[in-house]
């Protein structure tokens, strides 16, 4: 499956964003999406996740982003809100067939190829 982010950007703190993850190939509703970060100098680190089974957040992300998917059109989101400068990052959307709802990133085993989120205070 091949997985491409779109809808980054630059906001100012308090505002919003909604990031796209379009996958192309076999079906994305089987597997489990997430959605990781990576600032410069730091590890990618866990965002969100889901499956038919279930959503998975970051302490530091519950009660403003949202993740979601539209089967239909083989796409999943992530609705972010109250953006903090601390968010800005470049955003990656991965898939697996796994099990569960993993928040490790070795788990995932397609990614996609980034799209920048920029938060200005």
């Known amino acids: 499956v091949q997985l491409v982010e779109s809808g980054g950007g630059l906001v100012q703190a308090g505002g919003s964003l909604r990031l796209s993850c379009a996958a192309s190939?076999?079906?994305?509703?089987?597997?489990?999406v997430g959605w990781f970060r990576q600032a410069p100098g730091k590890e990618r680190e866990f965002v969100a996740a889901?499956?038919?089974?279930?959503?998975r957040y970051a302490d530091f992300v519950k009660g403003r982003f949202t993740i979601s998917r539209d089967n239909a059109k083989n796409t999943v989101y992530l609705q972010m809100n109250s953006l903090k400068p601390e968010d800005t990052a470049a955003y990656y959307c991965?898939?697996?067939?796994?099990?569960?709802?993993?928040?490790?990133?070795?788990?995932?085993?397609?990614w996609g190829q980034g799209t920048q989120v920029t938060v200005s205070s």
């Open positions: 991965a898939a697996t067939m796994g099990i569960g709802v993993p928040s490790n990133h070795e788990t995932y085993d397609y």
């Open positions: 190939g076999r079906p994305f509703s089987t597997y489990a």
């Open positions: 889901l499956r038919w089974s279930g959503t």
